[in-house]
């Protein structure tokens, strides 16, 4: 049975999932900054193991929650962890007042977001080197 488990401070076990991804797999050099010191973590553990990862932090005075640093080790892809760790995420959102979420999305993977009501907003911009887009949803 999978679980996600909040913490006010950036763990270990999700810092490690974020370097093997987005800096050893797809070759970000920024991977940490300050939003991580404002951030709520969330890990899923699948079968006790540390297997996701994603970071939120309010804006706009607290309506609406910023989604981003979502992760998923390769060999627990297409398990659908990552839905978890969106649904997850809005939850917690609603749950501490948000009347939206937003993110960043790598332009490559927008279609997953679109699944959990994730709507494009604005023009298609880069950070380092990869095109995102930025996505919001209502939360209802």
């Not at 270990?12 to 987005?22: H, P």
């Amino acid at each position: 049975m999978n679980k996600i488990k909040f913490y006010d401070f950036l763990p270990k076990e999700a810092k490690t999932i974020r370097e093997k991804v987005f800096i050893n797999e797809q070759g970000f050099k920024n991977e940490f900054d300050s939003f991580d010191n404002k951030s709520i973590h969330l890990i899923l553990y699948y079968n006790g193991i540390a297997a996701g990862t994603a970071r939120m932090f309010t804006k706009n005075s607290g309506k609406s929650f910023h989604i981003g640093r979502v992760a998923v080790l390769p060999e627990y892809r297409n398990l659908h962890l990552g839905a978890e760790i969106v649904n997850a995420a809005c939850n917690k959102a609603k749950e501490k007042g948000a009347e939206y979420c937003e993110l960043s999305a790598q332009c490559r993977i927008k279609k997953f977001y679109c699944l959990f009501g994730f709507k494009e907003s604005g023009e298609i911009y880069m950070d380092e080197s990869c095109p995102h887009i930025h996505m919001e949803k209502e939360l209802k």
